[in-house]
């Protein structure tokens, strides 16, 4: 069974950085893509920043520039630093790992999300 766990969320000031994780437990032969999604009250869930298996990455426009997305391949884990927060960087963060190859399965995966508020 793969777990997705992330942490680091919280409250922040307007200008304030914050860093998320997840990790991803269980038997995990590869990941192709990881990804940090976030959804707004009252919003769509929005493709954030993600991450390859070879290390290309993509930005949603609003937060390129403040935000990157690293990762360890050899911890299954995936970073999010996310520097000059604004108000409308208010959200659930949820960590995503697409591609997943464990015994007998090939699927994707979702944390649980982690609040991150962002106060003017």
């Known amino acids: 069974q793969v777990q997705l766990v992330e942490s680091g969320g919280g409250l922040v000031q307007a200008g304030g950085s914050l860093r998320l994780s997840c990790a991803a437990s269980?038997?995990?032969?590869?990941?192709?893509?990881m990804a940090w999604y976030r959804q707004a009250p009252g919003k769509e869930r929005e493709l954030v920043a993600g991450?390859?298996?070879?290390?290309?990455?993509n930005y949603a426009d609003s937060v390129k520039g403040r935000f990157t997305i690293s990762r360890d391949k050899s911890k299954n884990t995936v970073y999010l630093q996310m520097n000059s927060l604004k108000s409308e960087d208010t959200a659930v963060y949820y960590c995503?790992?697409?591609?997943?190859?464990?015994?007998?399965?090939?699927?994707?995966?979702w944390g649980r999300g982690t609040l991150v508020t962002v106060s003017s």
């Open positions: 269980g038997i995990i032969y590869s990941i192709n893509v």
């Open positions: 995503n790992a697409d591609g997943v190859v464990t015994t007998g399965s090939f699927r994707d995966y």
């Open positions: 991450i390859s298996n070879g290390g290309s990455t």
